[in-house]
């Protein structure tokens, strides 16, 4: 289901996120390649870039604008790729995390990976129907619930060791952290985006309330990705924590 694109004739790019069956690639333009490399491999693609078609009925799923709300415009099927080399990105962080979880058996490994990086793929549909059935499968979705309990588990424990300041500016780097080994989740980014910014308004003494707090991260997100409006957990993650401010 996809219209032809101009063709493009190569286009030089690091890989961001890879499984089995394909390949995000990043540049100016992100696309996706149907073939599975390395994260932090570097490639130049040549081929026809395709764009994804739009939804062809109201109110079915629309897979040209999800990609959007990804940064991905274009696919590419069957391309020339030669390999350049490689180099260290942040996006290996999350790697790194999933070759750790592999170590586990397979039932933990499925929670853990849901739990900690949002891949609910290993949970079978038995366990993701009872999940829904007794109401807790936002948990398994990153909630920004995560980044709460982890913030305040992490600032109780450096609080014995560490002063305030210095326990702020570590939880802001954890923050950022975790976005990546989260895949840059909008409920994690949204959560560290504010928990981040309420620790900066409190050292500037600037009196901002929650609610200008989400407000300023709710323009903040739409300023850099504008289609994010059009993303269901974005949309979910702060209609829920604008009624729990209200």
């Known amino acids: 289901t996809y219209q032809e694109h101009e063709p493009v004739v190569s286009s030089e790019c690091i890989v961001t996120d890879s499984n089995d069956e394909k390949s995000v690639c990043k540049s100016i333009d992100n696309f ?8 932090g491999d570097i490639l130049r693609v040549k081929g026809d870039f395709v764009e994804p078609r739009s939804a062809s009925s109201p109110f079915t799923f629309d897979y040209k604008l999800y990609l ?3 940064g991905i415009y274009y696919l590419v099927y069957e391309p020339e790729i030669v390999y350049l080399g490689r180099v260290n990105t ?4 999350r790697e790194k995390v999933k070759v750790y979880l592999d170590e586990f058996p397979l039932n933990t490994r499925a929670y853990l990976y849901a739990l900690i990086i949002g891949d609910k793929s290993n949970l079978s ?7 829904k059935d007794v109401g807790i499968i936002h948990l398994f979705a990153i909630s920004g619930l995560h980044v709460g309990l982890m913030c305040l ?5 450096l609080l014995y060791f560490l002063e305030e300041n210095q326990v702020d500016n570590l939880i802001i780097v954890f923050l950022m952290i975790y976005i990546v080994i989260a895949g840059f989740s909008v409920s994690v980014v949204r959560a560290s985006v504010m928990y981040s910014l309420v620790i900066l308004f409190r050292k500037l003494k600037i009196p901002f309330s929650s609610l200008d707090v989400i407000s300023i991260t709710f323009i903040l997100f739409l300023l850099l990705i504008p ?6 957990g974005f949309q979910l993650s702060f209609i829920v924590s604008m009624f729990l401010i209200l």
């Not at 942040?90 to 962080?93: Q, S």
């Open 32 to 39: 996706i390649i149907y073939e599975s490399y390395k994260v």
């Open 153 to 157: 588990i992490l600032r109780k424990i």
């Open 68 to 70: 959007r709300t990804k």
């Open 90 to 93: 942040v996006y290996e962080i």
């Open 227 to 232: 289609f994010y409006i059009y993303d269901v």
């Open 125 to 131: 549909e038995d366990v993701l129907t009872n999940l």
